[in-house]
Structure formats: structure tokens, C-alpha cells
């Protein structure tokens, strides 16, 4: 049975490493957050105290972590990854992070006789409880191959893209067009409804257009509209420099505001005729944010 140090069973870890445990993998988890770690134990994890302890005996480590800092103290300061594992360990950091961050991982590791890759996802909570995430690999064809059968129980789709630090690039590439695509689709719909149509009939059009996409499925900025879209409410989600509000907007409901959405324009109806789309009132919300990265 291989055995997997994961590190991170926040809200896309824990969910991912349960589905290593459906899998057959043997897994010990740790998580700065006790809570974390006591979701991953009653799950059937071994909770660590520690990431060194988490890996110490790991064949595959596995990190899913929220930031660049985050994932460069987690392997290479004191008591991190790099000093507590095995020579000869694969490591494979599943956080979406800075690709010269993910390569100066790599090239750490390589000092330590260490083997690195990362191997950000995308498909949000849904698809990681499911275990059918996009996984964008980037390493060694011997690392991946290796890595595949674990990786396989997390994702639908894995897909090795290129040497260590392009699975980042294919992930930010892919945040970009989905972050344009989610303020395109809002501004649509402002504009729809500043002109009285009703968001249900371009809703239906748009679904059956060339403007259908993913994004306005899932993501759909009109409240009740799509029954696959799905709230962004995870805490990890949302910028440290936004308040903890309720946002108006995904999937029908209230959900705190999160880095994607508390950065697109609301949808405000015009006050009276002739308003202007550019007045203050209707500009997007302003939150400071500067990390994409994470959603």
C-alpha cells in the first residue's frame, strides 16, 4: 500500500485526500488548523503532528496549500518538507502558486535528493469531493508515471503539460480565461437588465449560443438561474485585504466575499432613466485584491 504524507486538508485538500482513503491509500494528514486535522483523522486519516512527521515515512507527498509563501515555508524552512523526507521521496505540490516559486521548490529539492512536481487542479469543491478535477501536471515523465495512480484517484483529467513550473502557467492561463470570462458574463447581464430583459430568457439564449460557457453554468452572476452553479464561499477563497461580508451574486445565495467574486461588478438595476453605466454606483466592488491565484 503506497503511503502518502498530505499536507493541507483544508477546503480542497480534505476532500481530495478522502478519495486517496476511498482509493486504498494510506494516509497521514497534518493541518496548522486542528479542526483540519481532526476532519482528516475522523475520515480515516493518521492526523501528524507535524509536516516533518507527516512525511518522515511517506512514499508520495501530496501539498495543497493556499499561497506561494505558504508553499515554499512548507518545503524548504525548518521542519519542513525537504529536511523530514526520504531521499528519493516524490513530492507533489497540488497549491496553485507562482511558477518560479514551484521551480525554486524544485531545484531545493533537488539538492536534497528530493523529487518534485506540481500539479495544480481546477474544478473548484464540487469536483474534488467527487474526485474528478482537472490536474495539470508539471515534472518528470518517470514522476508522473508514478504519480498517476494517486493523482487518478483525485481527478477525471490529468494531463502532464511540460517540466516543473508549467502546470502552474497552464492553471494561471486557464484563471485568466475564466476570470474574464466571469466579468464579461456579469456585465452582460447588467446590461440586460438595465435594459428591463429578463435575465432568464439571456440565460437560455446564451446557453444555446456562442456564448455559452462553463463559467456561466457554474458561476452564474443572477442568483437562481443555473442549478449547476455552485457558491465560492470557502474561507481560503477570499482576500485577506476583504472584510468577511456577504456577497449578493453565485449560485443564489449569500456566500462571504472570496477572491473571484468580491472583484466582479455587481448587478445593479438603474436608479432612473438615463443612469449612466460608469457612475460610481456601478462600478465593480473595490477590495485591494492583487491574488488571483487562488480560486
Sequence with gaps: MT????IGVGTMGLPMAKNLVNKGFAVTAYDTNAEAARA??????????SAAEAVATADLVITMLPSSPHAESVYTGDGGVLAAARKGTLCVDMSTIDPSVSR??????????????DAPVSGGVPRAAEGTLAIMVGGAQDDFDE??????????N?????????????KLCNNLIAGVAAVAISEAFRIADGFGVDPKVVTQVISKSSGHTWVMEHMHPVPGLSPNAFPCSSPRRRSSSTAWRPLRGWAGRTSPACTLCSSLPRIP???????SWGTAANRPV???VTDWTSC
Design 3 to 6: 503511503r502518502i504524507g498530505f
Design 40 to 49: 482528516a483523522a475522523s475520515a480515516g486519516m493518521t492526523a501528524a503532528a
Design 104 to 117: 525554486r521548490i524544485a531545484a531545493a529539492a533537488t539538492e536534497r535528493g528530493v523529487r518534485f512536481m
Design 147 to 156: 504519480a498517476l495512480p494517486a493523482l487518478s484517484a483525485m481527478g477525471a
Design 158 to 170: 490529468v494531463i502532464r503539460v511540460g517540466p516543473v513550473g508549467s502546470g502552474e502557467v497552464v
Design 269 to 275: 438595476r438603474p436608479s432612473r432613466p438615463g443612469h
Design 286 to 288: 473595490d477590495t485591494g
